[in-house]
Protein backbone atom coordinates (compact mmCIF):
# COMPACT_ATOMS: atom_id res chain seq x y z
CA UNK A 1 0.00 0.00 0.00
CA UNK A 2 1.34 3.51 -0.64
CA UNK A 3 -0.50 7.07 0.35
CA UNK A 4 0.82 10.62 0.00
CA UNK A 5 0.93 12.65 3.11
CA UNK A 6 1.02 16.31 3.31
CA UNK A 7 0.65 17.99 7.11
CA UNK A 8 0.34 20.92 8.64
CA UNK A 9 -0.54 22.74 12.08
CA UNK A 10 -4.08 24.37 11.77
CA UNK A 11 -6.70 26.16 14.17
CA UNK A 12 -10.04 24.16 13.58
CA UNK A 13 -13.05 26.07 14.61
CA UNK A 14 -17.09 25.56 15.30
CA UNK A 15 -18.90 27.43 16.06
CA UNK A 16 -17.16 29.31 19.43
CA UNK A 17 -14.80 26.29 19.82
CA UNK A 18 -11.34 26.86 18.43
CA UNK A 19 -8.61 23.76 19.14
CA UNK A 20 -5.22 23.37 17.34
CA UNK A 21 -4.47 20.60 15.40
CA UNK A 22 -2.07 18.67 12.51
CA UNK A 23 -4.19 18.92 9.27
CA UNK A 24 -3.28 15.82 6.95
CA UNK A 25 -4.22 15.62 3.29
CA UNK A 26 -4.03 12.33 2.16
CA UNK A 27 -6.08 9.43 0.15
CA UNK A 28 -8.08 6.92 1.03
CA UNK A 29 -4.78 4.52 0.94
CA UNK A 30 -3.71 5.68 4.61
CA UNK A 31 -6.77 3.90 6.20
CA UNK A 32 -5.53 0.38 5.64
CA UNK A 33 -1.57 1.46 6.05
CA UNK A 34 -2.40 3.21 9.42
CA UNK A 35 -5.07 0.36 10.06
CA UNK A 36 -7.69 3.56 10.40
CA UNK A 37 -11.30 3.05 11.38
CA UNK A 38 -14.53 5.09 10.94
CA UNK A 39 -16.71 5.16 13.68
CA UNK A 40 -18.99 7.15 11.89
CA UNK A 41 -19.87 8.55 9.05
CA UNK A 42 -17.77 7.65 5.99
CA UNK A 43 -13.63 8.15 4.74
CA UNK A 44 -14.01 10.41 1.46
CA UNK A 45 -13.46 8.30 -1.54
CA UNK A 46 -10.91 9.10 -4.77
CA UNK A 47 -13.97 11.22 -6.62
CA UNK A 48 -13.50 13.61 -3.76
CA UNK A 49 -9.93 13.59 -4.05
CA UNK A 50 -10.35 14.40 -8.08
CA UNK A 51 -12.99 17.85 -7.19
CA UNK A 52 -10.76 18.70 -4.49
CA UNK A 53 -14.03 18.64 -2.18
CA UNK A 54 -13.72 20.28 0.94
CA UNK A 55 -14.51 17.31 3.30
CA UNK A 56 -12.80 16.25 6.39
CA UNK A 57 -12.53 13.10 8.36
CA UNK A 58 -11.91 13.74 12.44
CA UNK A 59 -9.59 12.01 14.64
CA UNK A 60 -11.46 10.82 17.65
CA UNK A 61 -9.74 13.35 20.12
CA UNK A 62 -10.26 16.29 18.38
CA UNK A 63 -13.90 15.30 17.58
CA UNK A 64 -14.34 15.12 21.45
CA UNK A 65 -12.79 18.79 21.72
CA UNK A 66 -14.84 20.56 19.63
CA UNK A 67 -18.27 18.76 19.43
CA UNK A 68 -18.24 16.85 22.83
CA UNK A 69 -20.78 14.42 22.43
CA UNK A 70 -22.55 15.89 19.70
CA UNK A 71 -22.77 13.94 16.45
CA UNK A 72 -20.18 15.81 14.35
CA UNK A 73 -21.00 14.22 11.26
CA UNK A 74 -22.53 16.56 8.51
CA UNK A 75 -22.04 19.55 10.65
CA UNK A 76 -19.29 22.28 9.41
CA UNK A 77 -16.10 23.35 10.42
CA UNK A 78 -13.86 26.12 9.83
CA UNK A 79 -9.86 25.47 9.10
CA UNK A 80 -7.77 28.34 7.94
CA UNK A 81 -11.48 30.27 7.84
CA UNK A 82 -12.50 28.00 4.85
CA UNK A 83 -15.74 25.92 5.89
CA UNK A 84 -15.22 21.78 5.52
CA UNK A 85 -18.12 19.08 5.90
CA UNK A 86 -17.15 16.49 8.40
CA UNK A 87 -17.72 13.32 6.74
CA UNK A 88 -16.35 11.03 9.09
CA UNK A 89 -15.50 10.49 12.95
CA UNK A 90 -12.68 7.89 13.80
CA UNK A 91 -12.29 5.46 16.42
CA UNK A 92 -9.57 6.02 19.27
CA UNK A 93 -6.04 4.71 18.21
CA UNK A 94 -4.07 5.45 21.25
CA UNK A 95 -0.70 4.48 21.72
CA UNK A 96 0.50 6.97 18.73
CA UNK A 97 1.84 10.11 20.71
CA UNK A 98 4.50 11.03 17.90
CA UNK A 99 2.20 11.16 14.55
CA UNK A 100 -1.15 12.57 16.38
CA UNK A 101 -3.48 10.72 14.69
CA UNK A 102 -6.10 10.88 17.36
CA UNK A 103 -5.51 14.48 16.90
CA UNK A 104 -5.45 15.14 13.07
CA UNK A 105 -8.13 16.13 10.98
CA UNK A 106 -7.85 14.22 7.41
CA UNK A 107 -8.82 15.83 4.47
CA UNK A 108 -8.11 15.03 0.25
CA UNK A 109 -4.38 15.75 -0.39
CA UNK A 110 -5.64 17.75 -3.35
CA UNK A 111 -8.03 19.97 -1.30
CA UNK A 112 -4.90 20.71 1.14
CA UNK A 113 -2.76 21.05 -1.72
CA UNK A 114 -4.14 23.47 -3.76
CA UNK A 115 -7.00 24.81 -1.39
CA UNK A 116 -5.58 25.37 2.43
CA UNK A 117 -1.49 24.55 1.94
CA UNK A 118 -0.92 26.72 -1.40
CA UNK A 119 1.95 24.04 -2.48
CA UNK A 120 2.97 21.69 -4.98
CA UNK A 121 4.95 19.31 -3.06
CA UNK A 122 4.23 16.90 -0.20
CA UNK A 123 5.92 15.85 3.64
CA UNK A 124 6.29 12.07 2.84
CA UNK A 125 4.68 8.86 1.00
CA UNK A 126 3.75 6.35 3.41
CA UNK A 127 4.69 3.25 2.41
CA UNK A 128 3.24 -0.64 3.73
CA UNK A 129 4.72 -3.82 2.81
CA UNK A 130 3.77 -7.58 2.64
CA UNK A 131 6.34 -9.10 4.61
CA UNK A 132 9.33 -7.98 7.00
CA UNK A 133 11.87 -9.69 5.67
CA UNK A 134 10.95 -7.15 2.02
CA UNK A 135 11.96 -4.18 3.75
CA UNK A 136 15.20 -3.59 2.65
CA UNK A 137 14.63 -4.79 -1.23
CA UNK A 138 11.31 -2.43 -1.03
CA UNK A 139 13.79 0.58 0.37
CA UNK A 140 17.00 0.00 -1.92
CA UNK A 141 14.44 0.15 -5.22
CA UNK A 142 12.35 3.11 -3.72
CA UNK A 143 15.82 5.08 -3.30
CA UNK A 144 16.90 4.02 -6.20
CA UNK A 145 13.57 5.50 -8.42
CA UNK A 146 13.34 8.77 -6.01
CA UNK A 147 17.36 9.56 -7.45
CA UNK A 148 16.29 9.13 -10.91
CA UNK A 149 12.91 11.51 -10.31
CA UNK A 150 15.14 14.10 -8.25
CA UNK A 151 17.98 13.55 -11.44
CA UNK A 152 20.38 13.38 -8.49
CA UNK A 153 24.10 11.99 -9.76
CA UNK A 154 26.00 8.93 -9.10
CA UNK A 155 28.06 10.25 -6.42
CA UNK A 156 25.54 13.24 -4.91
CA UNK A 157 23.83 12.73 -1.42
CA UNK A 158 20.16 12.18 -1.66
CA UNK A 159 17.91 15.25 -0.83
CA UNK A 160 14.97 13.41 0.99
CA UNK A 161 15.18 10.41 3.45
CA UNK A 162 13.82 7.47 4.09
CA UNK A 163 12.92 5.69 7.19
CA UNK A 164 11.30 2.33 8.36
CA UNK A 165 9.27 1.45 11.38
CA UNK A 166 12.02 -1.66 12.30
CA UNK A 167 15.01 1.09 11.96
CA UNK A 168 12.20 3.50 14.88
CA UNK A 169 12.22 0.05 16.92
CA UNK A 170 15.34 -0.82 17.16
CA UNK A 171 16.48 3.07 17.85
CA UNK A 172 13.49 3.01 20.70
CA UNK A 173 15.00 -0.39 21.95
CA UNK A 174 18.35 1.12 22.56
CA UNK A 175 16.76 4.27 24.13
CA UNK A 176 15.10 1.95 26.41
CA UNK A 177 17.76 0.14 27.22
CA UNK A 178 20.29 2.53 28.09
CA UNK A 179 17.62 4.13 30.38
CA UNK A 180 16.73 1.06 32.15
CA UNK A 181 20.58 0.92 32.95
CA UNK A 182 20.55 4.30 33.89
CA UNK A 183 17.75 4.24 36.57
CA UNK A 184 19.75 1.14 37.34
CA UNK A 185 22.48 2.99 38.02
CA UNK A 186 21.03 5.68 40.29
CA UNK A 187 19.21 2.78 42.14
CA UNK A 188 22.63 1.31 43.14
CA UNK A 189 24.36 4.75 44.20
CA UNK A 190 21.45 5.61 46.18
CA UNK A 191 21.62 1.82 47.63
CA UNK A 192 25.19 2.40 48.41
CA UNK A 193 24.94 6.37 50.29
CA UNK A 194 21.91 4.58 52.20
CA UNK A 195 24.10 2.15 53.05
CA UNK A 196 26.92 4.36 54.11
CA UNK A 197 24.27 6.31 56.36
CA UNK A 198 23.22 3.10 58.45
CA UNK A 199 26.51 1.85 58.85
CA UNK A 200 27.59 5.83 60.22
CA UNK A 201 24.39 5.27 62.66
CA UNK A 202 25.48 1.74 63.64
CA UNK A 203 29.32 3.02 64.39
CA UNK A 204 28.09 5.78 66.52
CA UNK A 205 25.69 3.32 68.21
CA UNK A 206 28.77 1.01 69.04
CA UNK A 207 31.29 3.79 69.78
Same mark, same amino acid.
Given at each position: ???????????????????????????????? /?????? !??????? %???? +?? &? #?????????????????????????????????????????????????????????????????????????????????? /?????? !??????? %???? +?? &? #?????????????????????????????????????????????????????
Amino acid at each position: GVAPEVRRQYSIKFQNVNEGAQVIGTTPGLVP /IRNLKV !ERGIWFD %QSAI +IQ &R #DRVAVLGAKIALKLFGETDPVSRTIQIDRKNFEVIGVLEFKGGDTWARLDDSVYVPVTTALYRLFNRRFLNQITVSIDEREH /IDGTVK !EIEKEMR %QMHR +IG &R #DAENDFQIGNMDEMRKGMDQATGAFTALLGGIALVSLFVGGIGIMNIMLVSVT
